[in-house]
């Protein structure tokens, strides 16, 4: 399974940079460019992510799978047996490298930095379009990040590559270390590592707010800054919790099998460790349904028992008018000591929806005349070319209450917006599986690094009305 070049260009359709399409006529990569930007002149708000390219003269039908970063879009062609899931992997593989050498990814930032763009391109992709090195560790070997120094060196006419290849000067060669994902002879005056368990909840609410939909999945991400090779034990007080693993190559998954306890020689820098699936306690959701008279037409204990209580409750109110509409919204956090932040609630009005008029409140006060008190830091705003009204909180502390209330107006009769709210949120310092790091055991090197680890929590939930 091979795919059949990459293809980086502006927001303007045009290209920036392209890998070599050496078993491809030279007219084959321009067909995928026009594709795309017919497809964006069609429908510029929503392209499939796979767009089908029509046969020309010798060269056969084939699909173009792109992903839009910032302000460019990079083009991966596949064509023949080839799964568009495996392109969109090495897409993103190539854009976490990008991440990786300059900070963030941009067309400016890459039309600076060209040669480096180029030499990525070379060694993340053979010529017969397997993916080749995607290790950063590794990549930083053979290609030097941009920095001012190098741009020094390459403009007074030094071989600066030759030499490392070479293994003297600045590097001891790439490829050296035994250790496929870890450079050799790596020193750090302070030696730390850092755990961060990202946990994102997605869930589907329904116009009882029942919960027909509740999943948790996280990711460790690791940044690490240690001294040498060390070799590390990462053990959890409830391991039980974590299913469906996925871990990064350097985790010797016999031990974690066996006693569940990650053991690995981490990379360097910033990598994810681990990635999971929250399984709640089976024993409490068993106890949960025990004494209750399930219904027909209630999922499978197996599908119920991963439900995740939701953070907060809404209650939508909206009536429909011939011409407009009414609606309260009022929503209630569930957290007793963490504050829910960055809030954002989205409702589609629909087709021709117009003259908003909302009122954000706190705790649903309002005046002697019965209108709402601000909330402070709420704020609400309509996006008149999508017809979608935002309400915004910043901070919603525990256990507190926040209202929404107005009106709209429409242009045609029998308004049709949306039933259902977007909702996305932020939880610092909270995890929904309650994941805990019992201790992390360090053999190999003498010294006592720094350890630190944090949890966060983020969540789009949907709820109808």
Request: aromatic share 8%; net charge neutral; charged share 20%.
């Amino acid at each position: 399974m091979a795919i059949d070049g990459l293809i980086i260009v502006d927001n303007t359709g045009r290209p920036i940079i392209q890998s070599g399409f050496r078993s491809t006529p030279p007219s084959y990569p321009l067909l995928h460019i026009d594709a795309l930007n017919n497809a964006l002149a069609k429908t510029p708000g929503d392209v499939d992510p796979v767009i089908y390219v029509s046969p020309y003269n010798t060269v056969s039908a084939a699909a173009c799978c792109h992903v839009k970063c910032g302000d460019i879009r990079i083009l991966c062609p596949v064509s023949g047996d080839v799964d568009p899931l495996f392109a969109f992997s090495f897409i993103q593989a190539f854009i976490d490298i990008l991440n990786e050498y300059f900070g963030s990814v941009s067309a400016a930032t890459l039309k600076d930095n060209f040669d480096v763009v180029y030499q990525l391109l070379e060694e993340t992709l053979d010529s017969g379009g397997y993916p080749l090195t995607t290790s950063s560790n590794a990549l930083r070997d053979i290609v030097l990040p941009p920095s001012l120094l190098t741009k020094l060196l390459s403009v007074a006419g030094a071989n600066i590559t030759s030499s490392i290849n070479s293994g003297s000067g600045l590097g001891s060669g790439p490829f050296s270390s035994p250790i496929p994902w870890r450079k050799a002879g790596l020193r750090y005056a302070s030696n730390e590592i850092y755990f961060d368990m990202v946990e994102e909840l997605k869930a589907i609410v329904n116009r009882n707010g029942t919960t027909l939909l509740s999943t948790v999945r996280g990711t460790i991400e690791t940044n690490c800054r240690l001294s040498g090779t060390p070799d590390c034990q990462l053990s959890f007080a409830n391991p039980q919790v974590l299913a469906d693993c996925a871990f990064h190559p350097c985790v010797r998954l016999k031990r974690w099998s066996d006693s569940k306890i990650l053991s690995f020689i981490p990379p360097d820098g910033r990598f994810v460790l681990a990635e999971y699936r929250y399984a709640p306690n089976q024993a409490s959701a068993s106890a949960r349904f025990s004494n209750t008279t399930v219904p027909a037409t209630t999922p499978p204990l197996n599908l119920v028992r991963d439900h995740v209580a939701l953070p907060f409750t809404l209650k939508p109110a909206v009536e429909l008018e011939g011409n407009g509409g009414n609606f309260n919204i009022t929503l209630t956090s569930r957290l007793s000591t963490r504050n829910i932040e960055n809030l954002v609630a989205e409702l589609h009005l629909g087709e021709g929806a117009g003259g908003i008029k909302c009122v954000t409140a706190r705790g649903g006060a309002a005046d002697r005349y019965g209108r709402g008190v601000e909330g402070v830091g709420a704020s609400w705003a309509f996006d008149s070319n999508k017809k979608i009204l935002r309400w915004e909180i910043p901070l919603v502390s525990p256990s507190s209450s926040w209202s929404l209330r107005g009106s709209f107006t429409t242009l045609i009769p029998a308004p049709r917006p949306s039933h259902a709210m977007q909702i996305r949120f932020e939880i610092q310092s909270h995890t929904f599986s309650a994941l805990k790091v019992e201790q992390l055991k360090m053999t190999g090197e003498v010294y006592k690094p720094y350890k630190g680890v944090r949890g966060r929590s983020v969540g789009k939930v949907e709820w109808r009305w």
